[in-house]
């Protein structure tokens, strides 16, 4: 970090340096404590460190409350809970997808058979020689062979 280091020390430097680091000198960067003592003499820059440090001893009786007992237990719970849940809708949802994918197939698939099949429920008779099927004749060179044994 760089320090903001300007020539003689002055009251708006001294008063951002009082704000940034408290109203004990000794905990200044270096080389800004020699011009900060010399400046402090003056009835301004003492009032500044007064204000200051009232306020760092203000700070200093803050205490900081134990941690509440279990608390890190139960938030690796609803985490792990969490994740649990996330991990079952992501593999349900692809689960429900694969099946969504398998009825669009299955329903394509019969719609196909239907409108390429011919019409069985119609009045006309069919003279089949062996070689008709479904989907449509063989062919006249197909030949139907059965074992005789």
Do not use: C
Request: charged fraction near 20%.
């Amino acid at each position: 970090m760089v320090e903001n280091i300007a020539g003689p020390m002055n009251a708006e430097r001294f008063e951002e340096l009082t704000a940034t680091y408290g109203g004990d000198i000794g905990r200044w960067p270096q080389a800004e404590r020699a011009d900060a003592r010399n400046f402090a003499k003056s009835p301004a820059a003492a009032g500044m460190l007064a204000r200051a440090a009232d306020l760092d001893a203000l700070l200093d009786t803050y205490v900081v409350q134990p941690r509440h007992a279990r608390l890190e237990d139960r938030i690796l719970a609803k985490l792990v809970r969490r994740l649990t849940v996330r991990n079952w809708f992501r593999f349900g949802s692809a689960g429900i997808g694969l099946v969504g994918v398998g009825i669009a197939g299955a329903l394509a698939g019969s719609i196909a058979i239907a409108v390429l099949a011919p019409n069985l429920t119609s009045d006309a008779t069919i003279v089949s020689d062996g070689t008709a099927t479904m989907f449509g004749d063989i062919g006249p060179d197909a030949g139907i062979v059965q074992d005789s044994q």
